[in-house]
């Protein structure tokens, strides 16, 4: 890929990855970032995070980290308070709000399975095939919440 198409992939997906790494890394967890990683799985992915994860990490830890790209919500509910009614900055915040926020099949996979994460001590784990059309649904509120929360 040239550097262009590369330097746009990753303008499009290293703040959700990166929402992941600064919440790892606020819970000691030594995180990492790739953008368009090789990968050997099904489809492939344009960003990857991952962290070494010790066998003691808290549930609620691995599903904090899983998770962290919905506070891409809260920054759309503070745009919403910083910016005057009307903007164009609003309408223009909503499409990268909103793609950087939404949760992928893998980020639900690890929030369902944080014991198959410890087991494997990576965030990584098996797709049972229910994440990916749950992530299309939760994309759609995601967006919804971003939309509703900077056009309102």
Known sequence: ???IGRLLVAVAVLPHEAAHAAVARL???DAEVEVLPAWEGAGRPL???DATVPEATPSAVIRAVALAPLLYIAAAAL??????GGSDLRFLAIA???Y?????NGDLAVAADP????????FLVADEGWSGPTADALTVLTTGAVAGLLLA
């Open 1 to 3: 890929m040239s550097r």
């Open 27 to 29: 819970f000691g967890l």
């Open 47 to 49: 960003g990857r995070f």
């Open 79 to 84: 745009l919403d308070v910083l910016l005057p």
């Open 96 to 98: 990268p709000l909103a």
């Open 100 to 104: 950087w926020a939404a949760l992928s």
């Open 115 to 122: 014991e198959g994460v410890r087991e494997r001590g990576r």
